[in-house]
C-alpha cells in the first residue's frame, strides 16, 4: 500500500486530454513539492514534472502539473502514442521523514 | 554529460549480503545528495535512503522497510556512491537505481542493478 494513492490506470485515445491525480496527506503533499516521473518499460523513470508545475527542457507542453491541498494532478493533452508509459508521483514526508512514492498509473493510449 | 552506472548486483541466499556500487561522472558527485530507489519485478518505484553532502555531515535518511538492514555511504574522491544490504530477504528482490538528488527532485538515474534473493 503505497503512502499516495493513484489509479493504477489511465487511457484515451489520441488527441484527447486525460488527466492522473496523486492523493497525499497534511504530511507529504500538502507541504512539500510533488515531482512526476515517467517511465517506459524497461527503461530507467525520467523526471517529467518538478516543484509542482515545472517542466525540465525536453519535456512536452502538452504536459502540466498541479496541485491543491494534499493532491496533486498530472495532465496530458493532446494524447500520442508515445505517451504511454508508467507515472508516478513522489513527495517528501515529514512524518516518515522520507521521500514517498505513488503506486504509479500505466497511461495506455488505444 | 552526467553518467551514473550500478554495479555488484546478483544472486544471493536470503539472510545474505551484497554491496552495490555506483560510479558517477559529468558532474560534482561531492556536491549532491544521492538517493537509492529501488523496483520490484512488475512492481512501482520505492525509495530506499539518501546520503547527504560533505555540508549535509554526509547524513542518512532510510525507508523504515529497510532501515537497520541497508546502509548507504560515499567516497567523494573516487565519484563513488554505495548501498549495503544486509539481512537480505526476497522482498529485497529488486533493480537498485542510483539517483542523483537535487533541490528540485531526483533528476538523473543510473540503468540499475538488479538483485535476486532466492535460495
Known amino acids: 500500500q503505497s503512502v499516495l494513492t493513484q489509479p493504477p490506470s489511465a487511457s484515451g485515445t489520441p488527441g484527447q486530454g486525460v488527466t492522473i491525480s496523486c492523493s497525499g496527506s497534511?504530511?507529504?503533499?500538502?507541504?512539500?513539492?510533488v515531482n512526476w516521473y515517467q517511465q517506459v518499460p524497461g527503461t530507467a523513470p525520467k523526471l517529467f514534472i518538478y516543484?509542482?508545475?515545472q517542466r525540465p527542457s525536453g519535456v512536452p507542453d502538452r504536459f502540466s502539473g498541479s496541485k491543491s491541498g494534499t493532491s496533486a494532478s498530472l495532465a496530458v493533452s493532446g494524447l500520442q502514442s508515445e505517451d504511454e508509459a508508467d507515472y508516478y508521483c513522489v513527495a517528501w514526508d515529514d512524518t516518515l521523514n522520507g521521500r514517498v512514492f505513488g503506486g504509479g498509473t500505466r497511461l495506455t493510449v488505444l | 554529460e552526467v553518467q551514473l552506472m550500478e554495479s555488484g548486483g546478483g544472486l544471493v541466499q536470503p539472510g545474505g549480503s551484497l554491496r552495490l556500487s555506483c560510479g558517477a561522472s559529468?558532474?560534482?558527485?561531492?556536491?549532491?545528495?544521492m538517493d537509492w530507489v529501488r523496483q520490484a519485478p512488475g512492481k512501482g518505484l520505492e525509495w530506499v535512503g539518501r546520503i547527504k553532502n560533505k555540508f549535509g555531515k554526509y547524513a542518512t535518511q532510510y525507508a523504515a522497510s529497510v532501515r537497520g538492514r541497508f546502509t548507504i555511504s560515499r567516497d567523494d574522491s573516487k565519484n563513488l556512491l554505495y548501498l549495503q544490504l544486509n539481512s537480505l530477504n526476497s522482498a529485497d528482490t529488486a533493480l537498485y537505481y542510483c539517483v542523483r538528488d537535487t533541490p528540485s527532485g531526483l533528476d538523473y538515474w543510473g540503468q540499475g542493478a538488479l538483485v535476486t534473493v532466492s535460495s
Open positions: 559529468g558532474f560534482s558527485f561531492k556536491d549532491h545528495y
Open positions: 497534511s504530511s507529504n503533499i500538502e507541504k512539500f513539492a
Open positions: 516543484d509542482n508545475d
